[in-house]
């Protein structure tokens, strides 16, 4: 987990689904070769020129990010989320998203949307501020920058 946090920071927890963890191996013609962590340690530079102070969550457990997603509602100003494939199949996520009132941006490194037909079903897009998919590693930072111009500075 990476943070960076003084008082005058504000925090933005970016959650990872299941399999996320082996980013920069798994399939890395579909998703890349950065790992999680590469992707953290952009967003935590990045982060810092905003006032922003970037956690990178990742968890295999459907639990532990609905948990996670409850926690960010109590000491978050904004979300990053990559459901991976609970985008697609949790009900649990959606409803916990559902309890947010600060934004929440999805992020998939690839389209799920061009990609078979079972990821087309997305229980996150309906409960969120909005989406990203596509661009790769590129898609967090757009997701941290867009966060940047929708959290009011403290
Ligand atoms: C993913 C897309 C999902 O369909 C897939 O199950 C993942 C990763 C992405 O980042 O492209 O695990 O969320």
Same mark, same amino acid.
């Given at each position: ?20 963890? &082996? ?6 013609? %579909? ?65 916990? &998203?559902?309890?947010?009132? %600060? ?52």
């Amino acid at each position: 987990m990476l943070s960076v946090r003084s008082n005058m920071t504000r925090l933005i927890s970016c959650i990872n689904g299941p399999t996320l963890n &082996l980013l920069g191996d798994r399939e890395p013609e %579909i998703y890349g070769t950065m790992t999680l962590e590469d992707i953290g340690v952009q967003l935590s530079e990045i982060g810092q020129a905003h006032g922003l102070s970037v956690e990178m969550k990742q968890s295999n457990s459907e639990g532990q990010i609905v948990d996670w997603i409850q926690i960010a509602r109590k000491n978050s100003a904004g979300v990053i989320l990559n459901a991976a494939a609970y985008t697609h199949t949790s009900i649990a996520i959606h409803d916990a &998203l559902r309890t947010l009132s %600060i934004p929440v941006i999805e992020v998939h490194l690839s389209n799920p949307a061009a990609r078979e037909d079972f990821r087309s079903v997305n229980y996150v897009t309906p409960v969120v501020t909005g989406s990203i998919a596509g661009l790769g590693p590129t898609g967090y930072v757009l997701a941290l920058q867009a966060l940047a111009t929708l959290i009011p500075s403290s």
